[in-house]
């Protein structure tokens, strides 16, 4: 069937909270999804749940045409199938831009030896080719050899992008991906993980709180409010009112302005 | 009114001490010229005995070495069963309970013990080196266990690593510079400490302080001590040097 994503009826709840109400979604291979919506609509709990972090309280969950199974069960492939870039970055600190960005392919190792190699630091060179892209992709290149703790944020956000991107995932989620940039490299950097799409049909998920962000750079904008689903349309089809019932009630500096309404 | 008591309180501790023990003014007074003799004789050092010093300062360097090696070992078991973030309750809390108690134990002791238990020589200095040092290693190893952050680690679990690259490339970063602070930290006071073992019959340099002032020989008492000054700073000053290194 050939869906990156397939849920029917799929609830979360923590135990103070409802996360996610009775969720249908299906998404095509290759499509660029933006989630929109307010703190606590249930964006993270989505995503972390597409990353197989979480497990679904209800319904039923496909992703990349596999059920979601607890977590415990997860294969280390079904794992690095799927990409996730961090809102934090989740970097390791002491480690180089590098082996950082490397961290991105454990995931792929095959087979007892280039385990342990993988261990002793020690990587294929198809690896280090991937990781040398994904470092020029970033435009890191020049850093790869400097200590994560020693970029700016904007820089690490790209380490962050770069790791996903040497995963050689499928499926890529963004949590809040740009949150953090000013409105310029916010843009280039969407782009860039977005692009991913066109270029290689790998699906992209990824939350904003930024409307005219999520409709410029995806084909679909799905409105979460509460733990359900408001609206699922493409971008353009979006309009101003939409966007203010999924904001209404919160305060003004999240009710940002949408493009061509 | 509570802090007038606690002034009294104070003011009568030191009164009871003083008028208790054995240090009535006539001994005070005449301990200031014994003092000035004794100092006198300890003037000029008897560098004669070098060889007995420097055989002195390498037994304490190796009781120092090999009790940190044995206790770095001790502590990378109890320091991964004391920490919150791998084990329940049950178990982390009556290791840590364990180590507060062997912390508690003075280094002195617990070498009187050991020769009580060995017999003299450097292998009761070692023994209780590495007793005493796994009290506060172990629950320095189990602190940095648990002060990694748990992000990285589950961006690494996201990415599909295994378990042991989980280990290798998310925590053992985040922990190793950590750990090899504490343990250098750790082998610099066992030097100093174990400096005194020989006194109890533990072996190291120690013997030879209590050798040389038991029988007056203030002198050669006097060129063991500058030594024992002289390697300490120079400890110190290394560990500095590397500690910076290390940030």
């Known amino acids: 069937m050939n869906h990156a994503v397939a849920l029917s009826g799929v609830s979360h709840a923590f135990a103070d909270s409802i996360a996610l109400r009775s969720i249908d979604l299906t998404v095509s291979e290759g499509v660029r999804i933006a989630l929109l919506g307010p703190s606590g609509a249930g964006k993270s709990t989505l995503l972390a749940l597409l990353d197989r972090r979480l497990s679904p309280k209800g319904g039923q969950a496909y992703i990349l045409d596999k059920p979601l199974v607890q977590k415990e069960k997860t294969s280390r492939s079904d794992h690095a199938d799927v990409g996730f870039i961090f809102q934090e970055f989740a970097l390791l600190d002491r480690l180089s831009v590098y082996q950082n960005v490397m961290n991105g392919r454990l995931g792929r190792t095959k087979g007892w030896s280039s385990h342990w190699l993988s261990l002793r630091g020690r990587f294929d060179a198809q690896d280090h080719l991937i990781v040398a892209r994904a470092l020029a992709d970033t435009g890191l290149s020049d850093l790869a050899h400097r200590r994560a703790d020693q970029l700016s944020g904007g820089q690490r956000q790209r380490v962050a992008i770069a790791r996903c991107l040497a995963q050689e995932p499928r499926l890529i989620l963004a949590d809040e991906p740009v949150s953090n940039l000013d409105p310029t490299r916010a843009a280039d950097l969407l782009a860039l993980i977005t692009s991913r799409a066109t270029q290689d049909k790998t699906t992209v998920i990824f939350s904003s709180h930024q409307p005219d962000l999520a409709q410029r750079f995806s084909d679909r904008v799905i409105g979460l409010r509460d733990g359900a689903i408001l609206f699922d349309r493409p971008g353009s089809q979006v309009t101003a009112s939409d966007v203010s019932q999924l904001y209404d009630g919160f305060p003004p500096e999240t009710n940002l302005r949408v493009v061509g309404a | ?247």
């Open chain 2, 1 to 247: 009114m509570t802090r007038h008591l606690i002034w009294v309180l104070i003011g009568g501790a030191i009164l009871w001490a003083g008028f208790s023990a054995d240090i009535g003014t006539d001994k005070l007074g005449s301990a200031a010229p014994r003092l000035g003799n004794f100092l006198a004789r300890m003037f000029p050092p008897d560098w004669s005995v070098w060889p007995e010093i420097l055989k002195g300062l390498l037994e304490t360097l190796r009781i120092a070495i090999l009790g940190t090696f044995f206790a770095v070992l001790l502590s990378a078991v109890l320091g991964v069963l004391a920490a919150e973030a791998l084990f329940p309750g049950y178990i982390w809390r009556p290791v840590r309970s364990g180590l507060a108690i062997i912390r508690a134990i003075p280094l002195i002791v617990v070498a009187m013990l050991m020769v009580g238990s060995v017999g003299l020589g450097p292998l009761p200095g070692i023994l209780a080196i590495t007793f005493h040092a796994t009290g506060m290693l172990a629950k320095f190893y189990a602190e940095a266990i648990d002060n990694v952050a748990s992000g990285p680690v589950t961006a690494l679990q996201s990415v599909g690593a295994s378990r042991a690259q989980q280990l290798r490339w998310g925590i053992w970063p985040q922990m190793a510079p950590v750990i090899l602070r504490d343990t250098m930290f750790r082998f610099e006071l066992n030097l100093r400490e174990s400096l005194v073992l020989g006194i109890v019959g533990a072996g190291g340099i120690g013997l030879y302080v209590q050798t040389y002032v038991r029988s007056f020989q203030y002198d050669k008492a006097a060129a063991v001590t500058v030594a024992i000054i002289v390697l300490v700073l120079l400890s110190e000053a290394i560990s500095v040097k590397l500690q910076n290194k290390m940030k």
